[in-house]
């Protein structure tokens, strides 16, 4: 069985884009509080998920309510295993549901649980998660000035916002182009409608950064506090094709962690959470076969064929 992605939410579960990719675990113990969920039985979801799948990844956002994430440490901690991975993501709630479906997509090809979890990192980066807001009045996730808030009371006024790779905002005004920061790569843009038209989300900005495809999904339920407004229109661009996504993973360097064992990419094992040494404490790297321009990559297993694509620009 592939690694198990668990999620802190339904709305973090996107549909499966064909029949390999697996769906993620919602995790009931994050879902409801300790008074109705014991902790008794949060640590028998766990442990279940730890039988059948052999390690667990936990997807948690950086915006969940304490109680949450000390939960899921106290059931790690508890259960004394290394084969739980608490990934925290500063993501907005529809950018964190598209990592989600990246990881699950990789979980079936043949990377080891320790890479699989510390490229949670790597794929945020290329993660292009914002939205349309008609208010950033309350907004503290983004970095608002003073002349922003100013003109968010204006009736009508409207800012598109980019919460990650890199924040940024403006005003939308009739007629604008759009000026945000987009990807120099193919994406496939998922948004979601709140109380706002999607118009210029669909017809201006995913033309602006040549999207491939752009499909509407549900608003998640945590997008309005997320974003402190109802008035909005959540939006994610991300690489979609599988083949990309392994061969962008596949680039990175590898190192064994020093206290578990465990494979990771990075500087930090997502596991065990023991930093990556300094370079000159490391033993030598094992000698990888260079894949030539234009080869192709052999599955994990025969059922999921991965065709040659290119990688994205700037990808390393």
Sequence with gaps: MPTAIAVTGPDLVLPSPDRHTPSATVLQSALEPARTYSFDRALTEMHTLIEHHGYV???????????????????????????IAVVRSDL?????AVLAL?????SV?????????????????????????????RLDRVPVTLQSHAKSWVPGSQFAVLATPRPSLMKVSSGDEAYLPGPGFGTRMLYAPGRLAHDWVTATLAPAWHCQETTETRLPGESGRWWATGKLVEFAAAIPDISVLYQLVSSVRRDDCHWCGLELIGDRCAFCAAPLPPPSDRPAPPVRALIPPGSRLRPA????????????????
């Design 301 to 316: 297993a025969p059922h999921h064929a991965r065709p040659t694509t290119a990688l994205p620009r700037g990808a390393t």
């Design 102 to 106: 990246q990881l699950r997509q990789l």
């Design 57 to 83: 990844i936990a997807l948690c956002p950086a915006s969940a309510p304490p109680a949450v994430v000390q939960r899921l440490h106290a059931v790690r901690s508890v259960l004394e295993s290394d084969r």
């Design 109 to 137: 090809c043949d990377f080891s649980p320790g890479v699989l979890a510390s490229a949670a990192r790597l794929l945020s980066h290329y993660i292009y998660a914002g939205a349309l807001l008609g208010s950033v009045a």
């Design 92 to 96: 907005p709630p529809l950018g964190l």
